[in-house]
């Protein structure tokens, strides 16, 4: 089993970066797709960006990319997400993920969660 962790999230002014932190559990080696979703209050939980664990091959939605990085330190357990030029509408609780099968883009596709990580983005 994988237990997941989030941590790293806070309030920062619009242009800011954060780095959230998602420390595993038990043994990440079963898991093949590492990803971040968020969800704003009242709106449904949505992709932002996933990771093929053993390959690398990473997966941004269109609202983040160029401005959020997904990656991982397999020596520590954990996955990160580099968060820069952050505006308002980021703003959300930060989930991650973990995928016995595969990088997916929809939730469906991961089997294990974390409680979140709220960040705020405002002035």
């Known amino acids: 089993q994988v237990q997941l962790v989030e941590s790293g999230g806070g309030l920062v002014q619009p242009g800011g970066s954060l780095r959230l932190s998602c420390a595993a559990s038990g043994s990440i080696f079963s898991a093949n797709g590492m990803g971040w979703f968020r969800q704003a209050p009242g709106k449904e939980r949505e992709f932002v960006a996933t990771?093929?664990?053993?390959?690398?091959?990473?997966y941004y939605a269109d609202s983040v990319k160029g401005r959020f990085t997904i990656s991982g330190d397999n020596a520590k357990n954990t996955v990160y997400l580099q968060m820069n030029s952050l505006k308002p509408e980021d703003t959300a609780v930060y989930y991650c993920a973990a995928s016995l099968r595969g990088a997916y883009y929809s939730r469906h596709g991961y089997e294990y969660w974390g409680r979140g990580t709220q960040v705020t983005v405002s002035s």
């Open positions: 990771m093929a664990w053993r390959g690398g091959d990473t």
